[in-house]
């Protein structure tokens, strides 16, 4: 076991507090950076950094930053959700640990689809629809795995079915 346990506080958006998610900090009780390439591996981290080690995911709608020391997850409705969140996490950590001689370590966040290749599949209409201001912001979100085509109402069948191939090479989730 790499990780026995961690210390949760959980807190308001600082650029704005009257926002309604909660963000939870964990500070671990052990210094994990040895296990994060093993994870980045496993759980196919969006963006790994080497020096210092951390690694983010995208996980239920939510980004997650592992580093050494410490485990930061955004959008949470309350600590319930952190909690349940933080468990499944320490559970993945330690299983990894414990069968990383099996796992090719992976140094780099897996690929992304390119914004600009969203955006041409996209209407480009602005209709804000979708609940976005415009287009551009819709083709943001997808890039980070938080929209998928089937929610722009906008767009044609043909597009979609587009849309959802270039994106399948990429396992934005």
Known sequence: MILTGYTKRLTRPECNHEFESLHCIAELHD????????????????HYVVDPPQV??????????????EIAIN???????ADQILTWLVNE????????ESIEPRYKGKDRPI?????KRLPKTNC???GQPTCMVFAAQVVEGG??????PELSPEKRDELE???ADFDVS
């Open 75 to 81: 959008a949470l409705t309350d600590e319930a959700q």
């Open 93 to 100: 950590i330690n299983e990894t640990w414990a069968n990383r």
């Open 165 to 167: 191939n270039y994106l």
């Open 147 to 152: 929209r998928t085509p089937s929610q722009c």
């Open 128 to 130: 804000k629809a979708c």
């Open 56 to 69: 983010m995911f995208h996980h239920l709608g939510r980004i997650i930053k592992v580093s050494g020391r």
């Open 115 to 119: 914004l600009m290749e969203i955006l």
């Open 31 to 46: 210094d994990i950076s040895e296990v994060l390439p093993y994870l980045n591996a496993e759980l196919g981290g969006t």
